[in-house]
Protein backbone atom coordinates (compact mmCIF):
# COMPACT_ATOMS: atom_id res chain seq x y z
CA UNK A 1 0.00 0.00 0.00
CA UNK A 2 1.36 3.81 -0.66
CA UNK A 3 1.89 5.16 2.83
CA UNK A 4 -0.13 8.17 1.79
CA UNK A 5 -2.82 9.45 -0.57
CA UNK A 6 -3.21 12.58 -1.01
CA UNK A 7 -6.20 13.99 -3.60
CA UNK A 8 -6.80 17.40 -4.71
CA UNK A 9 -9.08 18.59 -7.15
CA UNK A 10 -7.92 21.13 -10.11
CA UNK A 11 -8.24 25.09 -9.02
CA UNK A 12 -11.03 26.72 -10.66
CA UNK A 13 -11.16 26.61 -14.51
CA UNK A 14 -13.03 28.80 -17.20
CA UNK A 15 -16.06 26.28 -17.14
CA UNK A 16 -16.12 26.24 -13.68
CA UNK A 17 -17.41 30.04 -13.98
CA UNK A 18 -19.01 29.84 -17.46
CA UNK A 19 -21.09 26.98 -16.94
CA UNK A 20 -23.03 27.53 -14.08
CA UNK A 21 -23.88 30.95 -15.56
CA UNK A 22 -24.91 30.24 -18.73
CA UNK A 23 -27.36 27.25 -16.83
CA UNK A 24 -28.65 30.17 -14.76
CA UNK A 25 -29.65 31.91 -17.69
CA UNK A 26 -30.77 29.14 -19.71
CA UNK A 27 -28.16 29.76 -22.39
CA UNK A 28 -27.44 27.39 -25.06
CA UNK A 29 -23.75 28.42 -25.69
CA UNK A 30 -20.93 29.75 -23.33
CA UNK A 31 -17.46 31.45 -24.14
CA UNK A 32 -15.92 28.38 -23.78
CA UNK A 33 -14.77 26.28 -26.70
CA UNK A 34 -12.48 23.67 -27.82
CA UNK A 35 -12.06 20.72 -26.29
CA UNK A 36 -12.70 19.79 -22.09
CA UNK A 37 -8.91 18.38 -22.18
CA UNK A 38 -7.58 22.10 -23.00
CA UNK A 39 -9.78 24.27 -20.41
CA UNK A 40 -7.92 26.72 -18.83
CA UNK A 41 -7.68 28.03 -15.07
CA UNK A 42 -9.27 31.17 -13.95
CA UNK A 43 -7.08 33.79 -12.36
CA UNK A 44 -8.61 32.62 -9.13
CA UNK A 45 -7.42 29.05 -10.32
CA UNK A 46 -4.03 30.07 -10.47
CA UNK A 47 -4.30 31.77 -6.88
CA UNK A 48 -5.38 28.85 -5.52
CA UNK A 49 -3.22 26.55 -7.09
CA UNK A 50 0.14 28.95 -5.86
CA UNK A 51 -2.03 28.82 -2.17
CA UNK A 52 -1.50 25.27 -2.60
CA UNK A 53 1.94 25.39 -2.88
CA UNK A 54 2.34 27.32 -0.05
CA UNK A 55 0.52 24.61 1.91
CA UNK A 56 3.04 21.78 0.35
CA UNK A 57 6.12 24.07 1.42
CA UNK A 58 4.68 24.31 5.29
CA UNK A 59 4.79 20.92 5.29
CA UNK A 60 7.49 19.16 7.44
CA UNK A 61 9.96 17.88 5.19
CA UNK A 62 8.75 14.08 6.46
CA UNK A 63 5.37 14.60 5.17
CA UNK A 64 6.13 15.82 2.02
CA UNK A 65 5.19 14.16 -1.21
CA UNK A 66 7.41 11.87 -3.06
CA UNK A 67 5.45 10.87 -5.88
CA UNK A 68 3.52 13.23 -8.29
CA UNK A 69 -0.16 11.59 -10.45
CA UNK A 70 -2.13 14.00 -12.66
CA UNK A 71 -4.67 14.00 -14.62
CA UNK A 72 -3.66 14.53 -18.37
CA UNK A 73 -5.70 17.74 -18.77
CA UNK A 74 -4.38 21.23 -18.66
CA UNK A 75 -6.46 22.48 -16.08
CA UNK A 76 -4.78 19.61 -13.62
CA UNK A 77 -1.26 20.01 -15.16
CA UNK A 78 -1.64 23.90 -14.15
CA UNK A 79 -2.67 23.70 -10.96
CA UNK A 80 0.47 21.08 -10.32
CA UNK A 81 2.92 23.12 -11.84
CA UNK A 82 2.31 26.52 -10.31
CA UNK A 83 1.79 24.92 -7.39
CA UNK A 84 5.58 23.26 -7.16
CA UNK A 85 6.62 26.50 -8.09
CA UNK A 86 4.90 28.15 -5.35
CA UNK A 87 6.31 26.16 -2.83
CA UNK A 88 9.94 26.85 -3.86
CA UNK A 89 9.89 22.90 -3.09
CA UNK A 90 12.47 20.53 -5.07
CA UNK A 91 9.52 18.16 -5.54
CA UNK A 92 9.07 15.49 -7.88
CA UNK A 93 8.23 15.42 -11.65
CA UNK A 94 5.21 14.90 -12.27
CA UNK A 95 3.43 12.51 -14.22
CA UNK A 96 0.35 11.98 -16.24
CA UNK A 97 -2.16 8.64 -15.75
CA UNK A 98 -5.16 8.68 -18.46
CA UNK A 99 -7.22 6.82 -15.90
CA UNK A 100 -7.43 10.03 -14.10
CA UNK A 101 -9.26 11.87 -16.40
CA UNK A 102 -12.85 14.02 -15.46
CA UNK A 103 -15.94 12.47 -16.34
CA UNK A 104 -15.97 11.60 -19.82
CA UNK A 105 -19.60 13.03 -21.61
CA UNK A 106 -18.87 12.19 -25.05
CA UNK A 107 -21.11 13.78 -27.06
CA UNK A 108 -22.59 16.00 -24.46
CA UNK A 109 -19.13 17.47 -23.74
CA UNK A 110 -18.90 20.87 -23.15
CA UNK A 111 -22.57 21.66 -23.64
CA UNK A 112 -24.82 23.82 -21.61
CA UNK A 113 -28.27 21.96 -20.31
CA UNK A 114 -30.50 24.42 -22.68
CA UNK A 115 -28.37 22.88 -25.55
CA UNK A 116 -28.46 19.32 -24.31
CA UNK A 117 -32.46 19.48 -23.98
CA UNK A 118 -32.68 20.66 -27.26
CA UNK A 119 -30.18 19.17 -28.92
CA UNK A 120 -30.49 15.67 -27.36
CA UNK A 121 -34.31 15.44 -25.82
CA UNK A 122 -34.47 11.55 -25.05
CA UNK A 123 -31.27 11.93 -22.50
CA UNK A 124 -33.37 13.26 -19.31
CA UNK A 125 -35.78 10.08 -19.93
CA UNK A 126 -32.74 7.75 -20.75
CA UNK A 127 -30.87 9.38 -17.22
CA UNK A 128 -33.81 8.65 -15.33
CA UNK A 129 -34.62 5.05 -16.73
CA UNK A 130 -30.80 4.10 -16.03
CA UNK A 131 -30.73 6.08 -12.42
CA UNK A 132 -27.49 8.48 -12.04
CA UNK A 133 -25.02 5.63 -10.92
CA UNK A 134 -25.05 3.81 -14.14
CA UNK A 135 -26.23 6.54 -16.80
CA UNK A 136 -23.96 7.36 -19.56
CA UNK A 137 -23.96 10.34 -22.28
CA UNK A 138 -24.28 9.40 -25.60
CA UNK A 139 -20.18 8.36 -26.20
CA UNK A 140 -19.35 8.77 -22.59
CA UNK A 141 -19.17 7.04 -19.59
CA UNK A 142 -20.92 6.44 -15.92
CA UNK A 143 -20.53 6.94 -12.60
CA UNK A 144 -19.78 3.30 -12.57
CA UNK A 145 -17.19 3.35 -15.98
CA UNK A 146 -15.17 6.03 -13.72
CA UNK A 147 -15.05 3.45 -10.88
CA UNK A 148 -13.76 0.66 -12.54
CA UNK A 149 -10.75 2.92 -13.80
CA UNK A 150 -10.02 4.16 -10.81
CA UNK A 151 -9.75 0.35 -9.35
CA UNK A 152 -7.32 -0.19 -11.89
CA UNK A 153 -5.53 2.68 -11.58
CA UNK A 154 -5.37 2.24 -7.34
CA UNK A 155 -4.33 -1.51 -7.57
CA UNK A 156 -1.31 0.01 -9.86
CA UNK A 157 -0.88 2.59 -7.80
CA UNK A 158 -0.36 0.35 -5.15
CA UNK A 159 2.35 -2.00 -6.56
CA UNK A 160 4.50 0.98 -8.14
CA UNK A 161 4.49 3.35 -5.36
CA UNK A 162 4.18 1.05 -2.29
CA UNK A 163 5.41 2.73 1.03
CA UNK A 164 5.40 5.90 -0.70
CA UNK A 165 3.80 9.71 -0.10
CA UNK A 166 1.34 10.10 -3.36
CA UNK A 167 -0.04 13.55 -4.79
CA UNK A 168 -2.70 13.00 -7.25
CA UNK A 169 -4.56 16.18 -8.85
CA UNK A 170 -7.26 15.47 -11.06
CA UNK A 171 -11.08 15.87 -11.07
CA UNK A 172 -14.19 16.41 -8.75
CA UNK A 173 -15.85 12.73 -10.12
CA UNK A 174 -12.22 11.41 -9.43
CA UNK A 175 -11.77 12.41 -6.02
CA UNK A 176 -15.42 11.58 -5.46
CA UNK A 177 -15.20 7.99 -6.98
CA UNK A 178 -11.80 7.63 -5.30
CA UNK A 179 -13.95 7.73 -2.07
CA UNK A 180 -16.15 5.69 -3.09
CA UNK A 181 -13.85 2.46 -3.96
CA UNK A 182 -11.30 3.04 -1.41
CA UNK A 183 -14.26 3.15 1.08
CA UNK A 184 -16.47 0.56 -0.97
CA UNK A 185 -19.32 2.58 -0.75
CA UNK A 186 -22.64 2.19 -1.99
CA UNK A 187 -24.00 5.02 -4.85
CA UNK A 188 -26.64 6.10 -1.79
CA UNK A 189 -23.13 6.62 0.66
CA UNK A 190 -21.47 8.12 -2.04
CA UNK A 191 -25.10 10.76 -2.33
CA UNK A 192 -25.00 10.95 1.49
CA UNK A 193 -21.31 11.98 1.32
CA UNK A 194 -21.93 14.43 -1.03
CA UNK A 195 -25.37 15.89 0.79
CA UNK A 196 -22.68 16.09 3.79
CA UNK A 197 -19.78 17.71 2.57
CA UNK A 198 -20.90 19.22 -0.82
CA UNK A 199 -19.56 18.66 -3.95
CA UNK A 200 -15.70 18.66 -4.67
CA UNK A 201 -14.19 21.80 -4.19
CA UNK A 202 -11.64 23.74 -6.37
CA UNK A 203 -8.02 22.82 -5.06
CA UNK A 204 -9.77 21.06 -2.28
CA UNK A 205 -7.56 18.47 -0.36
CA UNK A 206 -8.34 14.95 0.39
CA UNK A 207 -6.09 12.96 2.50
CA UNK A 208 -6.46 9.15 3.14
CA UNK A 209 -3.39 7.29 5.60
CA UNK A 210 -2.19 4.22 4.59
CA UNK A 211 1.10 3.84 7.74
CA UNK A 212 -1.30 1.40 9.54
CA UNK A 213 -2.46 -0.98 6.82
CA UNK A 214 -5.61 -0.03 4.56
CA UNK A 215 -6.11 3.46 3.28
CA UNK A 216 -8.13 5.47 6.12
CA UNK A 217 -9.61 8.62 5.59
CA UNK A 218 -8.06 11.24 7.62
CA UNK A 219 -9.58 14.72 5.80
CA UNK A 220 -12.14 14.92 2.79
CA UNK A 221 -12.54 18.21 0.29
CA UNK A 222 -10.66 20.44 2.81
CA UNK A 223 -9.95 24.61 1.96
CA UNK A 224 -8.10 25.32 4.67
CA UNK A 225 -4.90 26.53 3.01
CA UNK A 226 -6.99 28.58 0.47
CA UNK A 227 -7.48 32.36 0.98
CA UNK A 228 -10.92 33.45 2.16
CA UNK A 229 -13.40 34.42 -1.30
Do not use: C
Not at 90 to 117: F, H, I, N, Q
Not at 194 to 209: K, L, P
Amino acid sequence: MVAELILVRHGQSLANVAFPAADAEGLMETVVSGRDAEVPLTETGEEQAAALGRWLAALPEEHRPQAVITSPYLRARETWRIAAESSGLDLPAPSTDDRLVDRLMGELELMTRAAVAARFPDEAGRRAEAGEYEYAPPGGESFADIAVRLESFLDDLHKNHAGKRVVVVAHDAVVLMMRAVIEQLSWDEVLEVERGSGSVRNASITRFDGTSGPLTLDRYNVIDHLPPV
